[in-house]
């Protein structure tokens, strides 16, 4: 574990002094040319990010919280290949690109890194001696707290990796692509949240006996109070008020006076008491994107194929909370019914084609003769591809929970053993076709409990019990002790 320590701090050192000698492809004085091609150094630096934060930090989560074995050595090898990545990012030739959020939320996220892998180092050493035995549990909420905010920090590099390698959000255009992803990633982490509750969180939150639509009612009316504040002049210095700046305030408003009324209905509801009003905001403000009118005919086509999905989405969790209040959909069952997926599904596809239907990118993929169709089966395959990430990561941890639970369960009749205290008696079968039953207590490591192995071992060998034989040679034997439990094996005739 030592040597663990001294090579994540060289690695650490590495990089800083990689940092020092070649950040000059960053420099205010380069020629950034978005359609050069990116060196190899450069796409191992996206190669190994992606293995790293993309799969081995998230599955290493879920490992953790599950506390599997491969936990610690998943998140070892996932912060190796994370640190050579940020060297390799730092330190590539070839392409250069201007000063850009991407690097530098990458030191954030470095340190984020490091102090994640310091607390598992921590408490891998086990060390609870005196002032340590206090601090342990708070250093183990911090190490927990801080794997969950990696997977959101994760997704925001990626977003802003993607942004620097195209090129955008510059030059004026900061303002709209904000926007657009900031409202996209905010319709996709919906989606997230009811796979959450679908999957993996349902009978958790069912514990506060709070209405689940009270808290997608909350965070519509925070959301909706963020956006009529920040969609016109928050970012930039605006002039005048465009139909643009209107419709998304106007959105902003309808989602915290909606939120606000359905929050106010379900302050007091139970967890059995549902509401349709979330989802009816969902479907009004699909209709409005639907309608919105763009610059050019391709992007108004984008922004209807997002607004129809996001009424899909509506709709669809209309019918879903309908049926489970009826009885048609049960929700005390293992595995939650199939139609549950769907408003999941098109929440997560109408926030990635929000994300894209920005205006550069929507004026790039018109440029390249793109149609509407191809644009939008491209998207969606994307929204299948993260959909599925998210259901692996929460049926992994749903398998681990099963897995662990049978572990620690006892077997039963269906496995073949039966319980039998030793005080009852044992038949021995004489002829060797029959089964045989031998009373074993002391070293049988199918004893569960032995009263016994508490006393005197003198003692238990002056009481040994005793045995007799039938007529048919059959040998009785009796036990001493009553209190001891005993695990066989079930064998049939």
Known sequence: ?????????????????????????????????????????????IFLMSISFGVLFPIGLVLGLRKHRLHVPVQSAGGVLA???????HAHGGRAFKENAHSKFSWFMLWLLAAQLGAGIYLKLHTEKRFNDVVRPYIRIAHKYMAITM???TYVQVLLGVVAWLGYCYDGYLGQCLAHLIMGSSFLAYGIWLLLLVRVAG??????????????????????????????GFIEKSHGWSHKDLQHTSMGVIWFCGGLLSTYMLRKAEYKERSLFPSIILIFTGCAMAAHEQDTEFSTKVHFVFGSSLVLAGLTRCIEIMMITTGLIRTDT???????????????????????????????????????????????????????YAYFLMQLFSELGKRSDKDMALPTAADGMIYQTVGQQDIEMSDTSAPVLRNRVHGDSHVL????????TDSDNDNDGFETQDAHGIVIRNSRSSDSIELRPIHSN
Not at 83 to 89: A, H, P, S, W
């Open 334 to 388: 293992k595995e939650p019914n199939p139609f549950q997926y769907i408003p999941v599904f098109f929440l997560c596809h109408s926030g990635m084609a929000f994300m894209s239907a920005n205006k550069e990118s929507v004026t790039a993929v018109g440029n390249m003769g793109i149609d509407i169709g191809t644009f939008s089966l491209g998207y969606l395959s994307i929204s299948f591809l993260l959909f599925f």
């Open 83 to 89: 640190i050579i990545g940020f060297v390799l990012g």
């Open 203 to 232: 009978p958790w939150l069912s514990k506060f006996g709070r209405s689940p639509e009270l808290y997608d009612s909350a965070m519509i009316m925070v959301w909706g109070l963020f956006n009529t504040f920040t969609e016109h």
């Open 151 to 153: 997977i959101v920090t």
């Open 449 to 456: 409990f032995n009263a016994d192995d508490d006393h005197d």
């Open 1 to 45: 574990m030592r040597q663990d320590t001294i090579l994540s701090l060289l690695l650490v050192a590495a990089a800083q002094s990689s940092v020092v000698r070649a950040h000059d492809h960053h420099g205010a004085n380069m020629n950034f040319d978005a359609g050069e091609p990116i060196g190899g150094v450069l796409k191992m630096h």
